[in-house]
């Protein structure tokens, strides 16, 4: 008997034993409406198939090959908010609280109890249901907010806001130049949202968080039977962009062989689909976005120049926060605001000594790590008046103005690694007191990614046990 209804939801599972991939689809139809099962049955493979977005994978975790905690990482790494939950024969404590740690949503042994599992999946659906329409909404917020985040009166802001809405304008390619955190991204997304395509999907390709073999097959899509494992068509993100825009993220770390071919793309305006003998011809916006000097690329032999020429019709430069001070006090006060809506809290201001203070630091990280900054001040101070002590000094005992006469002192590589390392272990221990330990809200919280939290946490050996209070259910588990 049939103990759910779902509305065509894609289910992926992906085990080496083809007997148990047959029965186990079987099953789940027989207890589950309406869900659409597919089917790997090794972990490249897998890869290829989860980036059709699938709303839950069954994984398992001894495969020949690609293991599935490898299978698991690549998922955490390019889509952490699927819910993966992970199979095994070779049941343990310490395997499922590493595959929890990892990822993955939940855990079960074989042989499996079926209407225990169609129970698992029903929630799991669930969960995945309810994190696209929370994307969706964070989508829409932030195409909202994203103007807004170029405050500043300083002329490098203002003409950059007039070059954006001037280009926005043309049907120009535009290469998006700047240091990390400087808000590329959003100048590439505020392009779109004022273009006359702003009704038309906008795609951003983060280039290196995409293995180089699957680079090609993620852009370009591929035809069934293209290459092993290929055993359905799979558009791909040109098309998906199509009437829309795409962006290529950091255009500069893509292989010289596939440069080649985003040139006739450019030139053309038709891609060829792995697979197939005819080129299709596309209608999308190309922008691309760097941090990196591909002038110094091209004299290297890593970037082609005709391509470079090709992407740089227009260039925009996001300047650093250290060319822009007279609007980091803007920007912070914009950044509490918004803050302060995230957490429904009481609007908060900063004390004159916090916007001295904010005004007289580096900010390496530029915008982001400002924005960020003040997300933990607002977070962590309990007075309506935030003072200069919530933000960020690098250790409990020193003052910001005595961190930053030291750090005139100390050889600046030093300083920097040393007070990026405190900070690191002391925002990520206030933030995962303050979740008693729950992973997936300290990374809303954060504004990072699950996989990124856990992986500082691991570069610090930062453990989570430790944080959690004895006796209280992992919500992480349950949470989204």
Same mark, same amino acid.
């Given at each position: ?7 065509n939801?894609?289910?992926l ?5 083809t007997?148990?991939?047959?029965g186990?689809s ?6 589950l409406?309406?869900?659409? %099962?597919i089917?790997?049955?090794?972990g490249?493979d897998a890869l290829?198939?989860?980036?059709s977005?699938?709303d839950m ?8 090959g ?14 952490p908010e699927?819910?993966?939950?992970m199979?095994t024969?070779?049941g343990?404590?310490e395997?499922?609280?590493?595959a929890l740690r ?6 079960v042994?074989?042989?499996l109890?079926?209407d225990?599992l169609a129970?698992l ?5 669930e ?8 994307a ?6 932030e195409?909202d907010k994203?103007?807004q985040?170029?405050?500043g ?9 007039q070059?954006?809405d001037?280009?926005a ?6 290469l998006?130049l700047?240091a990390?955190?400087?808000g590329k991204?959003?100048?590439?997304r505020?392009i779109h ?10 795609i951003?390709?983060n280039?290196?968080?995409?293995p180089?073999?699957?680079l090609?097959?993620?852009l370009?899509?591929?035809?069934r039977?293209?290459?092993t494992?290929?055993d359905?068509?799979?558009?791909g993100m040109?098309?998906?962009a199509s009437?829309?825009t795409?962006?290529?993220?950091? %255009? ?5 062989s @596939?440069?080649?071919? @985003? @040139?006739?793309v450019?030139?053309n305006?038709?891609?060829?689909v792995l697979?197939s ?7 999308v ?6 941090n ?6 091209i004299r290297?032999g890593s970037?082609?120049?005709d391509l ?9 430069l ?9 609007d980091?006090?803007?920007?912070a006060?914009?950044?509490l605001?918004?803050?302060c ?7 908060k201001s ?5 916007l001295?203070?904010?005004s007289?630091r ?5 915008a982001r790590e400002?924005?960020?900054t ?6 962590f101070?309990p007075q ?7 933000l960020?000094?690098p250790?409990?005992n020193?003052s910001?103005q005595e961190?930053?006469v ?16 405190s900070?690191?272990?002391t925002?990520i ?5 303050h979740?008693?330990g729950? %992973? ?5 919280l954060?504004?990072l990614t699950r ?6 946490m691991k570069?610090?050996?930062?453990d989570?046990e430790?944080?959690r209070v004895?006796?209280?259910?992992d ?6």
């Amino acid at each position: 008997m049939k103990t759910n209804k779902q509305d065509n939801q894609t289910i992926l599972i992906v085990d080496d034993e083809t007997d148990l991939l047959k029965g186990l689809s079987r099953s789940l139809k027989h207890r589950l409406d309406n869900i659409h %099962i597919i089917t790997a049955g090794n972990g490249k493979d897998a890869l290829v198939k989860v980036k059709s977005a699938p709303d839950m994978v069954l994984l398992d975790i001894k495969m020949p090959g690609m293991g599935g905690m490898e299978v698991l990482d690549s998922i955490m790494a390019s889509q952490p908010e699927t819910t993966v939950v992970m199979m095994t024969a070779f049941g343990s404590i310490e395997l499922a609280v590493e595959a929890l740690r990892r990822g993955a949503w939940d855990f079960v042994t074989k042989p499996l109890d079926l209407d225990s599992l169609a129970r698992l999946i029903r929630r799991g659906l669930e969960r995945s249901q309810l994190q696209r329409v929370n994307a969706q909404l964070r989508d829409q917020l932030e195409s909202d907010k994203n103007w807004q985040n170029f405050t500043g009166s300083s002329p490098a802001i203002k003409q950059l806001q007039q070059s954006i809405d001037m280009v926005a304008r043309t049907e120009y390619t535009v290469l998006i130049l700047g240091a990390s955190g400087t808000g590329k991204e959003i100048a590439a997304r505020m392009i779109h949202h004022l273009s006359p395509r702003r009704e038309k999907p906008f795609i951003m390709v983060n280039c290196p968080a995409i293995p180089e073999h699957l680079l090609e097959s993620e852009l370009f899509g591929y035809r069934r039977g293209a290459f092993t494992g290929a055993d359905s068509n799979h558009e791909g993100m040109f098309v998906q962009a199509s009437g829309g825009t795409i962006c290529l993220d950091e %255009i500069g770390d893509i292989p010289v062989s @596939l440069q080649t071919k @985003l @040139l006739r793309v450019l030139q053309n305006k038709e891609i060829k689909v792995l697979g197939s003998r005819k080129t299709t011809p596309i209608d999308v916006r190309i922008l691309a976005s760097t941090n990196q000097d591909l002038l110094a690329k091209i004299r290297e032999g890593s970037f082609r120049e005709d391509l470079y020429y090709r992407l740089n019709v227009v260039s925009l430069l996001t300047p650093r926060l250290d060319e822009i001070p007279e609007d980091i006090t803007l920007l912070a006060n914009h950044f509490l605001r918004q803050a302060c809506a995230e957490l429904g809290c009481q609007q908060k201001s900063f004390s004159l000594e916090a916007l001295r203070l904010l005004s007289r630091r580096q900010w390496p990280g530029n915008a982001r790590e400002l924005q960020n900054t003040v997300r933990r001040a607002a977070m962590f101070c309990p007075q309506e008046i935030i003072e200069a002590k919530y933000l960020d000094s690098p250790t409990p005992n020193e003052s910001p103005q005595e961190a930053l006469v030291e750090a005139e002192i100390e050889h600046y590589k030093e300083a920097k690694e040393t007070c990026l390392k405190s900070f690191t272990q002391t925002y990520i221990s206030n933030l995962l007191h303050h979740t008693t330990g729950n %992973i997936s809200q300290a990374a809303r919280l954060s504004g990072l990614t699950r996989a990124a939290l856990q992986r500082i946490m691991k570069r610090h050996d930062i453990d989570v046990e430790q944080f959690r209070v004895p006796g209280k259910p992992d919500s992480n588990r349950n949470s989204m």
